[in-house]
């Protein structure tokens, strides 16, 4: 049943006819089935009841909400003169009082912070306005509450559909993730003005805790606020978040030393050199980050040979989280997952040493790669592919400190540079640094 196409009470003669019919069914029912056994048209009769009580519940809010919306939007105004002229008549003589027992005496604070609660009250009622309009989300322009306007507009009067076509619609706006369309009140607002349905941006939430590089979460490198999206989060996703919080911000930090645990300890749990798990209760050293010992920390032979071989391949290893990372294209100036920026050659804090800040051999082989995906590299000769080469390092050499705010996109398959995923249909390519991006990565970990 299409509740937007009908007037409230032929609606709720239709739910009160089929009420009678499922009384009827249910007084005719027989009884022929087994002791203990619910048959499928008796559980049929239960929800097709249980629906027509939401039904009928929906509908009454839905007029109940707009009776308030309605008496806000036409009384407000008034009710908030009057109560300044009021406010206003009691500091005046309070201010009178004081005045007559010190003539030197000036009007209070009491004066600026009533006006600073009128205007938080005035934000609240236009606040509240706004959300009881988006909760009647059968109609949200400005005819929908129109005084003028009797309850038997509560829902659009049966139409044919050519009038269907010019009749106003719920007002709505698009998920920048998923691009599905919600009520304003359902999308969380970012920073820079994108929006996230409450799916998406649980999702993006869950992902930063188990991802480093896309915490904290962010839309367009600004960070989402999560006091502000307490309504889309359950308690337990913020405590999840707040827990991450302290542990990505910790430098140097300790895990438990137990490979089946590994849980995060806490600065507070570290005492004299040694972590206490919170879960497991197991001590840890945290220099080695082996098993608690007395004395100088025993060789990590494993760790070793992993420092071994990325000395050997020219890795460079991130002096903040001891990360070991591999540069595969750009420039000399690293940003590790946990945030830290440093140099690819030396390791130190970035533009703190004199090392140059591109290698050549790795400049020219970005530039070859990013001239050969182009659709028309089979039709071009040696001579048009070089100067292409040519005019794409330079590009890369002036645009090395991107921002990443110009895109365009490009035909699959292809894979984002950023996450290694392959995007079978379609990604973005940015237009200054020629960076492939998914549309996660794009948005969220740029």
Known sequence: MDTFVMDQDSLMLAIQLQREDLELW????????????IPDSDLALETCRYELESLENLISDRALSLSIARAVEADGGAIAAARTVEGQAARDREFALRLSSDPRARPGPSQTKAKNGDAATDDLD??????????YIGLTGPAAFDSDSDDSDLFVQAESSSWA???????????????????????????CSHEYCRGCLVTLVRCSLQDESLF?????????????????????????????????????????????????????????EVGHCPR?????????????????????????????????????????????????????HMTCRCGHQFCYICGDRWKTCQCPQWNEDRLL???????????????????????RVQREQRNLVENHQCNHDRWRGRSGPRRCEECSDVLPVFIYECRQCRILACRRCRYNRL
């Open 26 to 37: 249910d007084k005719s029912r027989k009884g022929k089935h087994r002791d203990g056994e």
């Open 126 to 135: 236009d606040e509240m306005l706004e959300k009881l309009k988006a909760l």
């Open 165 to 191: 076509a010019t009749r106003r619609h719920a007002k709505t706006r698009e998920c920048i993730c998923c691009g599905d369309s919600f009520p304003p009140l359902a999308l969380s607002p970012c920073p």
């Open 216 to 272: 904290p979460p962010r839309c367009c490198s600004q960070r989402i606020p999560i006091e502000g999206n307490a309504r889309f989060l359950s308690p337990e996703l913020v405590g999840e978040y707040r827990a991450k919080e302290v542990e990505f911000e910790t430098p140097n930090r300790t895990y438990c030393s137990d490979p089946f645990c590994s849980t995060f300890v806490p600065p507070q749990f570290i005492a004299d």
């Open 280 to 332: 497991c209760g197991r001590r840890t050293c945290v220099h080695c980050k082996g098993g608690s010992h007395q004395g100088i920390c025993p060789s990590d032979s494993a760790s070793q040979e992993v420092l071994r071989i990325a000395a050997d391949n020219g890795w460079q290893q991130c002096t903040a989280c001891g990360r070991v990372v591999e540069l595969e294209h750009g420039c000399n």
């Open 365 to 387: 082989a970005r530039a070859n790669a990013i001239v050969d995906r182009a659709d028309d590299v089979a039709q071009i000769d040696a001579r048009t592919r070089q100067a």
